[in-house]
């Protein structure tokens, strides 16, 4: 039976996906994604960047309480300070399709073991604790990173819709990606065999690329 997603904790080796906490977790949130050269963060999501923390603040204290998408901090393992967030989103049991969507990483986590862990950790939940048969990635066509990243993970490239959306002011194309749950057992093992330990050196440098 295809259930909601929860406000769980989800725990690896690198990071641990915790229910967004506004009040534990904007400031130090704030200070990694705010100021001169942070910029390109904010670029292609639907907010931002802020004028304020207290703004910020005010946003992220909506998110706590929404459902749909329903967010969670990506925290540090080691050292429990917040690296980022995403969320769950555009929810839909009766199909068994849900989407992962308003990601934000600090810079710290980006390009890190972790971050690869924190995708692989939603999408085990996703699939193996929801057991939903459909998990999309969807991205502004122009964010070549995301679409990158998308392929990175084992994503299928399905199209790009046209003037999908306005955000910012501006028409959005958008590049969309799935994930399904008949492909799940062969992109986690791919997953599992990049974060293993024995897949970096002493410098934390990967020896096999991600291959899903």
């Not at 997603?5 to 200070?31: F, I």
């Not at 679409?147 to 969309?176: C, P, S």
Request: with cysteine; aromatic share 12%.
């Amino acid at each position: 039976m295809t259930k909601l997603p929860q406000r769980v904790e989800l725990a690896g080796r690198h990071v641990k996906l915790v229910p967004l906490d506004a009040a534990a977790h904007g400031h130090v949130l704030y200070a990694g994604s705010h100021g001169t050269g942070h910029e390109a963060l904010w670029r292609y999501l639907f907010n931002g960047p802020y004028a304020s923390e207290a703004e910020f603040a005010e946003w992220l204290a909506g998110r706590e309480k929404s459902d749909d998408p329903l967010f969670f901090t990506i925290l540090d393992a080691a050292s429990g300070e917040p690296t980022g967030y995403c969320s769950l989103m555009r929810i839909e049991p009766a199909h068994r399709v849900i989407e992962v969507g308003n990601i934000l990483y600090l810079p710290r986590l980006q390009r890190t073991a972790g971050a690869t862990e924190a995708m692989y950790l939603l999408a085990r939940y996703v699939f193996e604790d929801l057991g939903y048969r459909r998990y999309e990635w969807k991205c502004d066509a122009l964010n070549e990173p995301s679409r990158r990243a998308a392929l990175r993970y084992g994503y299928t490239f399905e199209g790009v819709f046209r003037q999908h959306m306005i955000v910012k002011g501006k028409n959005r194309d958008t590049a969309w990606y799935s994930m399904l749950d008949g492909e799940w057992p062969e992109r986690k093992q791919a997953f599992e065999r990049w974060l293993a330990e024995s897949n970096f050196d002493a410098e934390g440098r990967q020896k096999s690329a991600l291959g899903c």
